[in-house]
Every structure is written in C-alpha cells, then in structure tokens.
C-alpha cells in the first residue's frame, strides 16, 4: 500500500522567508496529491493540490511542485506571515475512491512563523 | 455556503462505552469519509461512504462502523471504547467518490478515560 513520508516535523522561520516542507510517496499510481492546513478549532483546510500530469502549481504565495521520477512533491510558501504558522499535511491517492483509493497522509509539519 | 459539519466538537467518555459521531457534508456531496488522528499523527482511513454506500474500509476492528443518510450526511459509531480510541475524529466530503478535493469539518475530539 502506499506510505508517504514528511520532513521536516518541525520547521521555524522569520517572518519575510520562505517555508519548503517536502513529502515521497511509495506507489506510482499515486496521482493526486493535496496539502492541508491544520489549525486549532479550524480543521483542516484544502490549500492546494496538484496532479500527477502537472509538474508545478501556483496560488499567490503558496506553490506546490511535484517530481513523479523520483516520487516526491514540495510545499513552498513565500513571503511567510504569522497567520502561516499551523500543521501542514501532504496526502496522496491513487483517486479512485474505497479501500485502495483514499488519502494516505503524513505525519504533518509544524511551521512556526516569528514575527 | 455551509463547509462540512461535525457534532459535537467534543466528547469525554468511559472504557466500554459506545459513541456515535456525525457529520453533515457540503451540499452536493455525496462521498462521505472518516478518519483517525491521534496526538502527533497523519490522519488515518476508516470508512467511506459513497451515495449510502460503503466504498472501502481501513484496517480498524469491527466496534467500528458507520452509515450514511438518504441525505448524505453520516454517523460513525464505535463501541466498546478503548483508551486508545482517543483522537480526533474527521470527516470529510467529496463531490465525487474518489477522493480529490475532499474538504475536511472541525472533527470531534474524543477522550476515553
């Protein structure tokens, strides 16, 4: 089955930077991949997502990129503000629904953004 | 437009108690799913449901079930709780069964003491 791994678990930043928090995934059928934010009282808000027939995806400061070959997609967020800072969650699918098909997440990364 | 809605946000039971959990989709959806996270974890599987119909289920043991309504909306149902059934439980829907752009409600915080 497919696993999908997150690093880092943790991630710090100023205010102003820019934020990477990189995912692999196991099965190349995988072929759809979102990102979540998750913060307290919130839940989990869909940010952006990319498939596998694109290599890169953008949304003002947010970009995913995603590396098929190599089985791995990137979160970049620029121009980091403290409303940033929350858990984000790669997931990925095969996108065909049921046992098989249903959103294999990682472990999540906890961005802090400093003012 | 209302998102996906959880009931209740927050819920403290005893070992061996059952509880039941519910969650509304966003209008039009018809694919209902539950997920598991516990302190420190991804998000995990347990069912989906699809036009009141179960579509896949997760490696959990059978004092876990679920439904879904004419409606759509769903409940999620556990029995005979364990300590280790405490997390957050999440509900997401999707347009369709296949599990792009499924929007995730607040969940419902379990405790089991």
């Known amino acids: 089955g497919e696993n999908v791994e997150q690093h880092p678990s943790t991630l710090s930043v100023q205010e102003g930077d820019s934020a990477v928090i990189k995912c692999t995934y196991s099965?190349?059928?995988?072929?759809?991949f979102p990102w979540y934010k998750q913060e307290l009282g919130k839940g989990s808000q869909l940010i952006i997502d990319?498939?596998?027939?694109?290599g890169e995806k953008k949304d003002q400061r947010i970009a995913v990129t995603l590396n098929k070959t190599a089985k791995h997609f990137s979160l970049h967020i620029t121009e980091t503000q403290p409303e940033d800072s929350a858990v984000y969650f790669c997931?990925?699918?095969?996108?065909?629904?049921?046992?098989?098909?249903?959103?294999?997440f990682g472990k999540g990364t906890k961005l802090s953004v400093k003012p | 437009d209302a998102g996906v809605t959880q009931s209740p946000t927050h819920l403290i039971k005893t070992r061996g108690q059952h509880v039941t959990l519910r969650c509304s989709p966003i209008?039009?959806?018809?694919?209902v799913s539950w997920y598991q996270q516990v302190l420190g974890q991804g998000p995990q599987f347990i069912f989906q449901y699809y036009e009141k119909e179960e579509r896949g289920r997760g490696n959990f043991p059978d004092r876990f079930s679920a439904r879904q309504f004419p409606n759509y909306s769903s409940e999620l149902n556990v029995n005979a709780l364990l300590l280790g059934d405490s997390a957050l439980y999440l509900c997401a829907s999707s347009l369709q069964a296949t599990n792009t752009e499924a929007f995730f409600g607040q969940g419902t915080r379990l405790t089991v003491v």
């Open positions: 997931a990925a699918t095969t996108g065909s629904g049921g046992s098989q098909g249903n959103l294999i």
């Open positions: 990319i498939r596998s027939n694109v």
């Open positions: 099965d190349s059928a995988s072929n759809y």
């Open positions: 209008s039009g959806h018809k694919s």
